[in-house]
């Protein structure tokens, strides 16, 4: 029998020396020991209570353009300015969801045909889009203003020294009150990215019109913040709060509902969608063991171990009409006519 020790073996020792340490230890440095006890299991790959069976949560990793290194692209965007606003004004929203532009744009990078890009500012998944796939984009914003507007964008290419100045013209309208000022079936597909947990009133008005101005069995991507992350569980297990603060951008500016997985995909069946591919996955790398009370919980959580991302990301398919009225699991306090049930 060999005598070296695997990894599981090496943590478990660890721990049982740690415990004796720390018998007679002051309490803060109990807390340094711990906190850096945690890091140091992270860094093995382990995830303390749950480490017999491997990583309670790994995001699964972001595809990238042929020949970009992930450090290439990161740069690029840290170049971003947009109409004019000076470079870096856009690195916290970079910190938090690169990850994610490359996500949402793996989903239809072999996609073809006209799309459609809602809420497409600041235009990090356009650039995507626009320098590395083969659809033909249409784009959309809405700043409380209806119509079309040109937005200027600039930024630095992979290796160059001269900035590249890009424009971008954009219909303006309201998602969840307007009708889109496109023909039924004008597009092949439709993403629709981060904009559905602003939403105030009613969603399916939205998921209604994307539907009709897709093409019979045209592509939905949609993108949103998973509720049920592992982040969102930790917090609440420490007794913090999960919730989205008040905006000094109005009520549009904050997350106003936020989905689980499996209520999005049923939101979608409502609406005539079929789910072709579905995934969570992480915005930007992320330590849940920092958590006091991770140790604790990671097991109980483990049963939906591939559920536990910052988003979720869904491709579908529109491949049957949406079903009148509202579904019972996400409106009430209508008529009750227009509710339907659907749990």
Known sequence: MSSQLTRSQITAKARQLARRGLTSTPEPVKQAIRRNGRR????????GA???????????????????SRPELEKTFRSWSVNGEPVGHLDGYIDDSILRFSHTWGLV?????????????????????????????????????????????????????????????????????DEFPYS??????????EIIEHMLMNPLWTLRQIHR??????????????????DNVLALVNGANMYDPYSGFGPYGRHNREYTRHELHRLLEFA??????????????????????????????????????????????????????????????????QIVDFA
Not at 149 to 171: N, Q
Not at 213 to 230: F, H, Q, S, Y
Not at 295 to 311: F, I
């Open 109 to 177: 990078r072999h996609d073809t045909g006209r799309a459609l890009e809602l809420g497409s500012n600041p235009y990090f998944t356009t650039y995507l889009l626009d320098e590395h796939s083969p659809l033909e984009l249409t784009l959309a914003n809405y700043y409380g203003q209806r119509g079309h507007t040109t937005e200027t964008v600039s930024y630095l290419r992979p290796g160059a020294t001269a900035r590249t100045e890009v424009s971008r013209e954009c219909d303006l309208f309201n998602v969840e009150e």
């Open 213 to 230: 101005v897709l093409k019979p069995n045209g592509i939905m991507v949609l993108t949103t913040p998973n509720v049920a992350r592992l």
């Open 50 to 68: 749950a480490s017999g069976d491997g990583p309670v949560w790994v995001s699964p990793p972001a595809p990238l353009p042929d020949g970009m």
């Open 272 to 337: 005539g969608f079929e789910v072709e591919t579905s995934l969570t996955a992480d915005g930007h790398p992320s330590n849940p063991a920092r958590w006091p009370l991770f140790e604790q919980t990671a097991p109980l959580v483990r049963p939906r171990r591939e559920d536990l991302g910052h988003y979720l990301f869904v491709k579908a398919r529109a491949v049957r009409p949406p079903r009148e009225g509202l579904p019972s699991f996400l409106y009430r306090s209508y008529p009750p006519d």
């Open 40 to 47: 140091v299991l992270g860094a093995l790959g382990e995830t």
């Open 184 to 193: 039924d079936g004008t597009f092949d597909v439709v993403l629709f990215c």
